[in-house]
């Protein structure tokens, strides 16, 4: 049994989501005229309580739309030094949007309001690039998944409202979040400008993401979609699936919490595991005592057994959980952890 514990990414359609795509109505969406992902889009513009919404093939696609939206070339945007938006879309803020990235040494991937106000260029100094943006990320991916307190995200609203600081979510793994804390979309909705979801993680669909806003903000977002070549036609297919996923793969999240949990607790017990970090959703990040096993020998020794994990750099591992792992999958992959320690 081959057992990929690289990403919540690797999911395949289940078959009532792949029936969902294959009676999906479709249409050309260039031209708006696919129903299926209009009826997407109005979901989701729904439960987040904002205007409008807009459907795109990657979360990075749909973060980079954001900051394109909110900034000019020369500004500046604040985010963690963990931020997916500065170490894994590319470069693409550069590329993009022209726009520097003033990096918060936060914890876990996140901010503290105060860490937020300090890293806020005066807006008379000339010399230094003008702040416009705020993006914070829920959960935080390199951070382990880890939760935002809802009140600190509140705090950094205010200081962006006084600040006049757009504040972007990227929130590819939100559910998660919502999920584990009992949040709605809703309370959410009424905090950022711009929040972009993804489809295609924990929900389990093999494509898409969303991006939510005002009205003024999606019309403008239509054409940098455009631009970054986004635009896609019969795109009802994979629409449908996200509205299945919507519909049917969110409370189960708790399901992959539980498991992750379950893997940290075997882990920690481990001679050769020198830390696992606070498991809150699906991701465990951990780190190997080298001088007792070193990762690579991990790694080659999980892949012996058929299961695949992901290195993260700096010593550490990761482990994700999702719709594909299975209950038979969890009790082997345990049995072999302890077999190890
Ligand atoms: C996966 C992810 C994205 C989007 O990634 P794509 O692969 O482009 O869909 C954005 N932000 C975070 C935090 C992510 O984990």
Redesign the pocket.
């Given at each position: 049994m081959e057992i990929n514990l690289i990403s919540d990414?690797v999911t395949k359609p289940t078959p009532p989501m792949l029936k969902a795509m294959m009676e999906a109505e479709v249409g050309d969406d260039v031209f708006k005229n696919d129903p299926t992902v209009n009826a997407l889009e109005s979901k989701v513009a729904e439960m987040f309580g904002m205007e409008a919404a807009l459907f795109f093939p990657?979360?990075?696609?749909v973060?980079q739309t954001a900051i394109k939206l909110h900034t000019n070339p020369g500004e500046q945007l604040i985010c963690d030094k963990y931020a997916?938006v500065f170490n894994?879309?590319g470069g693409g803020a550069s590329f993009n949007s022209g726009v520097s990235c003033r990096l918060v040494d936060g914890h876990r991937g996140m901010m503290t309001a105060e860490q937020v106000e300090a890293a806020i260029n005066p807006p008379d100094f000339y010399h230094s690039p003008l702040t416009s943006l705020v993006c914070i990320?829920n959960t935080?991916?390199k951070g382990g998944g880890a939760c935002w307190d809802f009140e600190e995200l509140k705090k950094i609203r205010k200081v962006c409202e006084e600040q006049n600081l757009a504040f972007h979510l990227?929130g590819?793994?939100l559910w998660n979040a919502m999920v584990k804390k009992g949040e709605s979309p809703k309370q959410y909705g009424a905090l950022f400008d711009t929040i972009?979801v993804?489809l295609?993680?924990g929900l389990g669909c093999p494509v898409g993401?969303v991006l939510v806003g005002t009205e003024k903000h999606i019309h403008d977002a239509i054409r940098i979609r455009k631009i970054l070549g986004g635009g896609m036609r019969q795109a009802g297919f994979l629409a449908a699936a996200g509205i299945y996923a919507l519909e049917n793969h969110i409370d189960r999240l708790a399901d992959d919490h539980q498991k992750a949990i379950e893997i940290g607790d075997v882990l920690s017990t481990l001679n050769f595991i020198k830390k696992v970090e606070p498991i809150e959703t699906n991701i465990i990040i951990f780190e190997l005592d080298e001088t007792k096993m070193t990762s690579q020998a991990f790694l080659n020794t999980l892949k012996e057994h058929q299961i695949s994990i992901i290195g993260m750099g700096q010593g550490k591992l990761r482990i994700v959980t999702h719709l594909d792992y299975s209950d038979d999958m969890h009790k082997n992959f345990l049995e072999v952890l302890r077999i190890l320690g």
């Open positions: 990414t990657s979360g990075s696609m973060n997916h894994y879309e990320e935080t991916n990227d590819a793994r972009s993804c295609s993680k993401s």
